[in-house]
Nanobody, 120 residues
Framework: QVQLVQSGGGLVQAGGSLRLSCAASGSIFSINDMGWYHQAPGKQRDFLAV???????NYADSVKGRFIISRDNAKNTVYLQMNSLKPEDTAVYYC??????????????WGQGTQVTVSS
């Protein structure tokens, strides 16, 4: 069983910064892509950023230049540094990982979600 546990988030004023963390644990053989998504009330879950095991990154246009995704492979952890936050960034943020378990089964795993609220 593999799980992702998120930390960080909270309330911040517009223009401020927050950092989210997401640590994977369990029967992990390797982790491929790790990413972040967010979901605003009444809306679908949207892609924000992804990072490969080799460190290549890709971002949604809405966060490019403001958010930075990074990972620590030794700690099986992915981070999302969010800068210049806007009220429209308010949402529940989820991490995601493409995991190869020790059983050699491939699992797509989600974190529990964390609320980010940006006040104007």
């Amino acid at each position: 069983q593999v799980q992702l546990v998120q930390s960080g988030g909270g309330l911040v004023q517009a223009g401020g910064s927050l950092r989210l963390s997401c640590a994977a644990s369990g029967s992990i053989f390797s982790i491929n892509d790790m990413g972040w998504y967010h979901q605003a009330p009444g809306k679908q879950r949207d892609f924000l950023a992804v990072i490969t095991s080799g460190g290549s990154t890709n971002y949604a246009d809405s966060v490019k230049g403001r958010f930075i995704i990074s990972r620590d492979n030794a700690k099986n952890t992915v981070y999302l540094q969010m800068n210049s936050l806007k009220p429209e960034d308010t949402a529940v943020y989820y991490c995601n990982a493409d995991v190869l378990a020790t059983s050699r089964s491939r699992q797509n795993v989600w974190g529990q979600g964390t609320q980010v609220t940006v006040s104007s």
